[in-house]
C-alpha cells in the first residue's frame, strides 16, 4: 500500500512539478529505457548518466522507472523472442560479432537475448512514448490539474492516518 | 517571451561524480563477495553440482584474483568432493578485460585433494541446467546400454515353469513363410510340365508309328515315301524338342528343391534360436567364465567409464568446436534469464583462456609429498586459440602408505571430431570396498594399481580400466551367507581363499552402442566350480526348453518336412517316367522311319 501511495505521489509531484511537459516526457521515456531493461547492464548508466545530466525531469524519470519496470518482467518472454530472433538472424551476423570483439561493448550484454530484445523495443517505442507523454501532461495540466489538487479523495487521502504514517518516512 | 531550455544540466555533475565514487565504494567493499557468488554460481551451473568457494579476492592493482578453500562435489555422490584445492591464484591480463574476456596468464593451485569426505552433504544441482541434464542422460545410458549377468544364481534345484507365446518363437514366423515357398515351387512345377504337353505329344506320335507299322511301305510310292518319312522325323524333332525341354525343367526344378532343403535348414536354426530363447526364459545362469567377470565387476567398471562420457559430454557441451555462434543459457537473475550467444571470431581471444596453470600439493613435511602437474589451454573457444587444453601431472603422495600418481589429459576440440582423453595410473592406493550387492560378501582390495585410460573422440569410445591387488581380503555376512544358496556358497568357497585379485574391463563401440568387455583372474576358477555343480539341472533345463519349443512349432516343422518330401518324391517319379515314355515314342518313330526307308527310299542318315 506504501509503495502505491508512493507512486502515486510521485506522479502528482511530477505532474505538478515546473518542469516542462517536454521535459517531463524525455524523463519518462529515459526511465522507461532503464525500466523495460535488465537494471545491470552498462547502457543504464549511460541512461542514468543522460537522466541526470539532460536538462529533464529528473522525478519524471524515476515515474519512468517506476511503471515500467513492471512492464519489463511482464513482456520478457516477447523481449527473449525478439532478441533471439535478433541475434540468429544471419545478417546481422558480421555486426553482432564485431561489436561482441569491440572493447566496452560487451558489457552492455547486447549478446543476451532479453537484454537486446528489451532495448530495441524501447528505442522502437522511445520516440511516440514521448510525443504521447508530453501531449498527455499538457492535457492534464491544462483539464484537470487544478481540479484534482481541490478533489475531495486527494483531500481525503492527505488526511488518512496511512498517509500521516507514510508522511513519517518522506524526507521534508 | 519565452525563455531558451538549456539542454545541460551542469550543476548536476557532482551529484553523478559522487554517485560513481559511491558505486565505486561499494565495488570496494562488495566486489569479492559478488564475484565469489557469482563464481559459485557459474561452476556449479557448469560443472553440475555444488562447487564451494570459501574465500576470493580480487587484487585490483596486481590484476590478479587469490582463491581460498575451492571444494567440488561428486555430482554422482554428495557425501564426497571430487576435488579439493587450497589455494588458487590467478593472474589476470587486464587488456583482454575491456572485451570482457578472461586470459589467465597463469594459475598456481596448491594443496590439491581428490575424493575427500564432506562435511554436509552437497546441494542437488538445479535439474534444469545442462550439466544436470547431462548426468541424468549419461546414468540413463549406462543403464540401458550395459546389462550385467547377475549372480545372484538363485536356487538352481529347482526349474521354473515355462510358458511360451507363438508369436515369441522365430520358427514361426520362419515355417509359415516357408510354407508360401514349397507351395509355390510345387504349382510352379507343376505348371511348367503342364506347359510341356508331353502326353498329347507322346498320343499322337504314338498314333502315328502305329498307323505306320499297319503300312507296307511300298504301297505308297516314292512320293508317298518320302512324304511319309518326312512327317516321321518332323515328329521325331518334336520329341527331341520336348526331352530337351523336360531335361530343362528337371535341372530348374532341382534347384529349387535344393533352395527348399536350405529353407529346411533355416526352419531348424530358427528352431535352435527359439531352444536357447526357452532356455533364458528359465533364469537359468550362465556360468561361462565371461559372464563371471561381468556379473563381478561389470557395474564397478561402468561406474569409471560412466563418469569419463559425464565429464566428456560437459567439455562437449560448453567448449563447442569451430567458430559458429553459439547458444547458452544467460545469467541468473530476477528478470527472465533468456539466451546469451557467444560471437567468436578469429584473431581474437577467447572468451575465457588459461595459457599456463602449475598444480602442487603441500601437505605434510617437504620431500613427502612430491605431487606436481601443469595444465596449459584451457579456453572456452579452442578454434580461436589452436592448440589442445593438455594436463600432465605425477608424484607421490606419503599418507600411511606412499602413493604414486601418474596423470595425462587432453581436450581437443578444433580439427574433426572433438577429443577428450584421461590417462591415469595409480600405484598403492588403498581403494574403497567393493560391495557386490546381490551376494553375501564384500571384496576389500586393500592397496591396489588402478589404471585408467578413457577417450572419446566424436561419438567413439575407447577405453581400459585395470585393478591390480595382491593382498585383497574378503568378508562375508554370515547371516546371508547362512541363507546363501548353494551356488552362492560355492563362490564364496573359491573367492575366499584368493588373495590376488586383477581385473581388466575394456571399453569400445560408440555411444550408440557401446561395448564392455570384463574379465578378471577370479573368471576361470569360479566357473569351473559352478559348471561341474549344476551340469544336471542344466541339462534338465535344455529338455524343458526344447519340449516347450516343440510344442508349439514341432507339427509345423514336421509338416514341412513332409511336404518337402513329397514334393521330392514327385519330381524323382514323374520326370523319369516322362523321360521313359518320350524315349520309347522316339524309338518307336525311328523304327518306323528305318522300315519306310528299307522299302526302298534312300534317306539321309539320321
Do not use: C
Amino acid at each position: 500500500m506504501l509503495a502505491i501511495l508512493k507512486l502515486l505521489q510521485s506522479i502528482f509531484q511530477t505532474l505538478h512539478s515546473e518542469g516542462t511537459p517536454g521535459q517531463v516526457a524525455a524523463g519518462i521515456a529515459i526511465g522507461a529505457g532503464i525500466g523495460l531493461t535488465p537494471l545491470m547492464n552498462a547502457h543504464n548508466l549511460v541512461l542514468f548518466a543522460a537522466l541526470v545530466l539532460l536538462n529533464v525531469s529528473f522525478g519524471g524519470g524515476m515515474l519512468g522507472l517506476a511503471l515500467f519496470t513492471p512492464l519489463g518482467f511482464l513482456f520478457d518472454p516477447l523481449f527473449d523472442k525478439i532478441g533471439l530472433g535478433l541475434l540468429n538472424a544471419p545478417v546481422l551476423r558480421s555486426l553482432w560479432t564485431a561489436w561482441y570483439n569491440a572493447p566496452l561493448v560487451p558489457y552492455t550484454n547486447f549478446n543476451n537475448s532479453v537484454t537486446l530484445g528489451s532495448f530495441v523495443v524501447w528505442l522502437a517505442t522511445v520516440v511516440p512514448l514521448y510525443f504521447l507523454t508530453r501531449r498527455a501532461v499538457l492535457v492534464y495540466r491544462e483539464r484537470y490539474a487544478e481540479r484534482v489538487v481541490n478533489s475531495k479523495l486527494l483531500r481525503a487521502i492527505k488526511a488518512s492516518k496511512l498517509y500521516n504514517i507514510y508522511a513519517w518516512f518522506v524526507p521534508q | 517571451m519565452s525563455t531558451r531550455v538549456k539542454l545541460f544540466r551542469w550543476r548536476a555533475i557532482l551529484p553523478l561524480l559522487l554517485f560513481v565514487a559511491l558505486m565505486v565504494l561499494l565495488w570496494v567493499l562488495f566486489a569479492d563477495a559478488f564475484a565469489r557468488r557469482q563464481a559459485q554460481s557459474t561452476l556449479s551451473s557448469l560443472l553440475g553440482t555444488e562447487v564451494d568457494i570459501a574465500s576470493l579476492h580480487i587484487r585490483a592493482t596486481d590484476a590478479a584474483i587469490d582463491i581460498g578453500g575451492l571444494a567440488v562435489a561428486d555430482p554422482r555422490h554428495p557425501e564426497r568432493n571430487v576435488l579439493e584445492a587450497g589455494g588458487i591464484t590467478f593472474d589476470l591480463d587486464p587488456i583482454p578485460l575491456l572485451k570482457k574476456k578472461f586470459v589467465l596468464d597463469n594459475l598456481k593451485l596448491t594443496g590439491l585433494r581428490f575424493y575427500t569426505a564432506r562435511a554436509t552433504p552437497a546441494r542437488p544441482a538445479d535439474p534444469s541446467s545442462p550439466s544436470s541434464k547431462i548426468l541424468e542422460e549419461t546414468e540413463a545410458w549406462a543403464r540401458d546400454k550395459f546389462q550385467f549377468p547377475k549372480l545372484v544364481l538363485g536356487r538352481v534345484d529347482s526349474l521354473k515353469s515355462l510358458v511360451l507365446k507363438p508369436e515369441q518363437l522365430g520358427t514361426v514366423q520362419a515355417a509359415r513363410s516357408f510354407a508360401g515357398r514349397v507351395d509355390s515351387v510345387q504349382g510352379a512345377f507343376e505348371q511348367s510340365l503342364g506347359q510341356l504337353q508331353l502326353k498329347a505329344l507322346a498320343d499322337s506320335s504314338s498314333a502315328l508309328a502305329t498307323r505306320l507299322s499297319k503300312t507296307d511301305p511300298k504301297s505308297l510310292g516314292l512320293a508317298g515315301a518320302k512324304n511319309t518319312a518326312g512327317q516321321v522325323q518332323k515328329a521325331i524333332e518334336q520329341v527331341k524338342q520336348a526331352k530337351a525341354r523336360l531335361a530343362t525343367l528337371e535341372q530348374a526344378t532341382k534347384t529349387s528343391l535344393g533352395s527348399l532343403e536350405q529353407g529346411l535348414a533355416d526352419v531348424e536354426a530358427a528352431r535352435q534360436r527359439d531352444y536357447a530363447f526357452a532356455k533364458s526364459q528359465l533364469g537359468l545362469p550362465s556360468f561361462d567364465a565371461p559372464n563371471i567377470g561381468a556379473a563381478l565387476f561389470g557395474q564397478q567398471s561402468t561406474n569409471y567409464f560412466q563418469s569419463g562420457v559425464h565429464y566428456a559430454k560437459v567439455a562437449q557441451r560448453y567448449v563447442p568446436p569451430g567458430l559458429q555462434p553459439w547458444n547458452r543459457p544467460g545469467p541468473k537473475r530476477t528478470r527472465m534469464a533468456g539466451t546469451t550467444v557467444e560471437f567468436p571470431k578469429e584473431h581474437e581471444d577467447p572468451r575465457f583462456l588459461l595459457k599456463h596453470g602449475t598444480l602442487g600439493v603441500a601437505v605434510g613435511a617437504a620431500g613427502q609429498n612430491l605431487f606436481k602437474g601443469e595444465v596449459s589451454g584451457i579456453t572456452s573457444q579452442p578454434s580461436l586459440y589452436g592448440r589442445p587444453a593438455t594436463l600432465v601431472a605425477s608424484g607421490r603422495l606419503a599418507a600411511e602408505s606412499p602413493v604414486s600418481i601418474d596423470l595425462a589429459g587432453m581436450s581437443r576440440h578444433f580439427g574433426a571430431a572433438p577429443l577428450d582423453s584421461v590417462n591415469a595410473r595409480v600405484g598403492g592406493a588403498a581403494l574403497p570396498p567393493i560391495v557386490f550387492p546381490d551376494l553375501p560378501f564384500t571384496l576389500d582390495p586393500g592397496a591396489s594399481n588402478v589404471a585408467f585410460r578413457f577417450a572419446m573422440t566424436g561419438d567413439r569410445l575407447d577405453g581400459a580400466w585395470e585393478l591390480g591387488a595382491e593382498h585383497a581380503t574378503w568378508s562375508a555376512d554370515s547371516a546371508r551367507l547362512r541363507s546363501a544358496s548353494l551356488v552362492e556358497s560355492t563362490v564364496w568357497k573359491v573367492v575366499s581363499g584368493l588373495t590376488q585379485l586383477h581385473v581388466r574391463a575394456e571399453l569400445g563401440g560408440t555411444i550408440a552402442s557401446p561395448t564392455i568387455k570384463v574379465s578378471s583372474n577370479l573368471d576361470d576358477a569360479i566357473a569351473q566350480r559352478l559348471r561341474g555343480l549344476v551340469n544336471e539341472q542344466v541339462a534338465g533345463a535344455e529338455q524343458k526348453a526344447r519340449a516347450a519349443v516343440d510344442s508349439l512349432v514341432g507339427p509345423q516343422v514336421a509338416a514341412l518336412r513332409t511336404k518337402v518330401g513329397g514334393l521330392n518324391t514327385e519330381v524323382a517319379n514323374r520326370i523319369p517316367a516322362e523321360k521313359g515314355e518320350l524315349d520309347r515314342v522316339q524309338k518307336s518313330l525311328e523304327d518306323q522311319l528305318k522300315r519306310i526307308a528299307g522299302g526302298g527310299l534312300r534317306l539321309p542318315k539320321l
